[in-house]
């Protein structure tokens, strides 16, 4: 096992190979075997696979992280297969501190369906090289208790199992390991093998905090076919504190639109800190060492114009959800702050923008700029209020309000419902009138 510091050779045409691209982009921490997995890739094209359990109803930004690393396998010309796991979603890989929650067969099967769906667009599923999608309750599903014990399990040592590292922290807490999940490793061990036996799969990714589960396999398919197999582990993504990226003030940065609103997808990425934004442009977008170097020095140079994490966000926002919503919620971030045109904000996006700033419900129909101000939270009180009116900082839509006592028209109202409610240059708020 070797651990590896990004950089970045080209070999000898010139064009760096697909584990030096992954390297530069900072998207390996740990191999099997560096060097046998280099000439692997070198000689000719190999077949990767990664796997995602439908463990909620919606891929996450560590899952974006491998979605990434397939791309760049399958450009390279190697043959990648995604796999979603029917079988280890109902299992579940053990968590460091607590037992999972298991979920019924028809919820798994339901977050199946809306997994494989959601990592299509990230893919090539046609073409001279096809992606391929599969599902481990294929093959897992036929296998009995009595011949998985004795045809995979007798490959296992207890010993070996034990010092795994999430098995090890589980075991050292209060609630200890139930026998489900210490035996998730077989499982996805199992994967590999099959797959290895299938397509002649040689290579598995993952994430670094996965590193137990993905050797495993690596050790099955050496007992049991006496083959050399590689592991390809991605760093765990941190900001300058070491605090682990993809949360969003407690939640998951989400990858479905119905979890995570697009507007608040883009929002995510264009607030990161300046120390991590030429980071997070290797590891996330397919920009170019040129392109990324400039943007570093315009961030040195004008930190306030935020060029990097522009491109960052439009880059990956249309990566996850496509141009058009990209462009609409650029649209809208722009017409919050009076740069672009309200009324040409679809009604959805608006709402998610809204949501994002902070939407209050007033349920008087009429109401005054004074009691925007103060139900939207952007002023404390009427007298307040009244002061920010008088010293011009108080828009409603975009439009600067003179009279405090002016009660905005149903004309003005997008979409029959918003308003958005500006204080000064930076401070938004929206508010939906509603009759009760």
Known sequence: MTTTAPSRTADRAGVPSVLEELRWRGLVALTTDEEALAAALASGPVTVYCGFDPTAPSLHFGNLVQLIVLRWMQRAGHRVICLVGGSTGLIGDPRPTAERVLKTREQTADWVDRIRAQVRPFLEFEGENPALLVDNLDWTAPISALDFLRDIGKHFRVNAMLRKEAVAARLSSEEGISYTEFSYQILQALDFLHLYREYGCTLQTGGQDQWGNLTAGVDLIRRVEGAGVHVLATPLITDSAGVKFGKSEGNAVWLSADMTSPYAFYQYWI??????????????????????????????????????????????????????????????????????????????????????????????????????????????????????????????????????????????????????????????????????
């Open 271 to 436: 607030n990161v800190e300046d120390a991590s934004v030429v980071l997070l442009l290797k590891a996330f977008t397919e920009r170019s060492a040129e392109e990324i170097a400039e943007l570093e020095r315009a961030t040195v140079e004008r930190p306030q114009a935020r060029a990097a994490q522009r491109a960052l966000a439009a880059d990956v926002t249309a990566l996850v959800h496509g141009r058009p919503a990209t462009d609409a919620v650029i649209r809208a971030s722009r017409a919050l702050f009076g740069q672009d045109d309200l009324a040409a904000v679809d009604a959805a996006t608006l709402r998610a923008a809204l949501e994002e700033t902070g939407l209050h419900r007033v349920s008087d129909p009429s109401p005054t700029v004074v009691a925007l101000l103060r139900e939207s939270g952007l002023a404390a009180s009427n007298s307040e209020a009244r002061r920010t009116v008088a010293e011009g900082g108080a828009y409603l839509n975009n439009r600067r309000m003179t009279d405090p006592d002016e009660v905005p028209g149903d004309a003005e109202l997008l979409h029959g419902r918003y308003l958005v409610v500006r204080r000064g240059k930076r401070h938004v708020a929206g508010v939906e009138i509603s009759a009760g």
